[in-house]
Structure formats: C-alpha cells, structure tokens
C-alpha cells in the first residue's frame, strides 16, 4: 500500500505492507517532509492523516513488543510539575487556565502560591495584556548573558567589538538563510500552519453568515470563528495572528487562502527586511591619538566614580520571580 499526499509534485509518502493472517500494516519507508501548500492538501478527507499512520505505528509498539502505551504517557507527563507549569503557560483560554492551574494546586500547593506571588501576568498568555504572539519570553538580556560570558572580563573595547562581531555573524548567517526560503511564510510559522492543518481530520465547519462559520471537534465541542476579523472563540487565532486548526477548517470550507489569514509579519518578505542591514566592522586605528583627531580635539576623561570596596560582582542579579534556593548538607543527603 502507497499513501501519497493530494498536493501537486509533493514527495510526502508512505509504504506499508500487510501483515499475514493479521488486520495491520507494517511501515516499510517514510517521506514525512511535504513541499505543498497547507491549501493544495485541502483533500485531506481521501488521504491518510497523521492519526491514521499513528493508529498504524502504534500497533507495532503495542501488546509484547514493550513500548508505552499512550495512556500511560499521558498520566506520567501528568505527574510532573514542568509540563503543568508550561501546558498552563500557553493557555489561550482563561477557563483552560484555571483549570490547569487548579491541578498545580492540588499536586503541590507552594508551587501554586510560588507562581502567584510572581505575577500571573508575567508567565501566562491567558493573563498578559499586550501581544505576546507566540514569544513566551521578553528578557533578552538573559540571552546575552550567556553569549557574553567568556568576553565578560575583557575591557570596554575589546568587549564591544565581541559584540559587533556577534551581530554581524548573526545578521550574515540569518540573511543567507532567509534568502534561501522559498515559500511565502517563514519555516517556523509553515510548521505551525501545517501542524494545525492535520489536526482538522473529522471537524464538522457549518457556515452561519458571511466568512463566520461553526466549527465542531471531534469531542463535539463548539467554536466560533470569524475570518474577517482574523478571530476565533478558542483565542489562538487572534493571539498567535496564526490561523488555528479551526480557522483552516473554515477557510477550507469557504474555499479561502490559508496563507492569506496569517500576518504579514510572518512572511519572508518581512524576514528578509529584517536582515536586510549590515553591522559594519569599526575601521583600524593606530592609537589612541586618531580617536583624540576623531573627536575634533575634545578630551574624554573617564567618569568621577569611586570604585566600591571589595571584588567586583561577577554573577548576574536575577530576574523577576527568581529565588536562591540554598539546601543544607543534610537536606542533601537525605534527598
């Protein structure tokens, strides 16, 4: 058996082979990258989805073959605090929120307590007020602590010619790469696009006015979505401004293109301009008299500071919400 993907020239494929005397299929050989658009595979409904090659590959993991079955996955991931934190975190809906949260708070009460004395609104998309997308951190200064450390004892210029040096590697290698993308949306936002294309396998999408239709899941729950107003009663589509599962189910329906319901922020034309600058190299100087010419003749002094008693601070002051965490010797050896 050969599954072939509905797009025009797509080399998305899969070989199976019947097994004998039984109801399943071996995967002999995957081709799992698709090159169509999300528009062209709107013929999904005759083609095998990911759930059905899931069904399949399951089979070969399930009974003796001792691989975990999905329900014991799921109540392991669960149990932990991280994946909790983190489902809660990327909440859309401030019903699902809380009803994650409430989990956390039956599973570990002081965790619960932590996370409300940091801020709901510093760590949750459901609680933040402006347009997080879908960046779940803001501190960029924690990113450039960690490439400064080893140029972190140079002096001032040597320091900041580290960092121009950064940048202008940053900026050539994103360049190149974003003059190799071929397609309209950037590779990131593509796989999120196509990530929620294959999970619109049985949606029921009912049209109930102009570009405004109902979309029902497989568990029979209901959303609203609007694709003029690029909005959806799950909040995804309005927050990520990246059409949700529904909204491609809809805009299938009303036979609209996908690509046209993301924002333009995430196309390559924007991420090429972007990267479209170059950081220019400082030019040479002999001395420390070309800078004196450089400055028409002013004199630089350094600044009236006293420098504080001690060794100068090398860690790094910490974030809102951080705490040192000190366990003594015997809290170790106990643990």
């Not at 090659?53 to 329900?71: A, T, V």
């Not at 570990?108 to 004395?117: Q, S």
Request: hydrophobic share 35%; with cysteine.
């Amino acid at each position: 058996m050969v599954l072939e993907c509905c797009g025009d020239d797509c080399p998305w494929r899969v070989y199976a082979v019947k097994l004998k005397e039984a109801d399943v299929f071996e995967i002999r050989k995957v081709v799992p990258d698709h090159l169509c658009t999300v528009d062209e595979r709107g013929g999904y409904q005759t083609q095998a989805t990911s759930s059905v090659i899931g069904e399949l590959m399951r089979s070969k993991f399930g009974g003796s073959c001792g691989g975990p079955k999905p329900r014991e996955i799921r109540q392991m991931m669960r149990g932990d605090h991280d994946y909790l934190v983190a489902k809660a975190a990327r909440a859309f809906r401030l019903q699902e929120f809380y009803s994650i949260f409430n989990e956390i708070k039956t599973m570990d009460p002081k965790c619960a307590e932590y996370l409300l004395d940091v801020g709901v609104e510093h760590w949750a998309r459901s609680h933040f007020s402006g347009n997080r997308y879908n960046v779940m951190t803001s501190n960029l200064a924690e990113s450039w602590n960690s490439v400064l450390r080893e140029a972190r004892e140079y002096p001032v210029i040597p320091l900041i010619e580290f960092i121009r040096g950064k940048l202008t590697a940053w900026f050539a290698s994103r360049r190149e790469a974003a003059q190799k993308n071929s397609g309209k949306l950037t590779p990131k936002v593509s796989g999120i696009v196509t990530d929620n294309f294959e999970q619109t396998g049985g949606y029921l999408v009912t049209m109930i006015g102009e570009d405004e239709y109902e979309v029902r899941n497989k568990n029979g729950a209901g959303f609203h979505v609007d694709l003029v107003n690029k909005t959806c009663s799950c909040g995804e589509f309005q927050m990520l401004s990246i059409p949700c599962s529904h909204a491609i189910a809809s805009a299938i329906k009303g036979k609209i293109g996908v690509d046209s319901l993301v924002s333009p922020a995430y196309t390559v034309e924007k991420l090429r301009s972007a990267y479209a600058g170059s950081v220019l190299p400082v030019p040479d100087f002999t001395g420390l008299a070309d800078l004196v010419t450089d400055f028409g003749g002013m004199q630089l002094c350094p600044p009236l500071t006293r420098r504080p008693p001690g060794r100068p601070k090398k860690q790094r002051f910490f974030s809102r919400g951080e705490k040192i965490v000190s366990e003594s010797r015997f809290d170790n050896v106990m643990k």
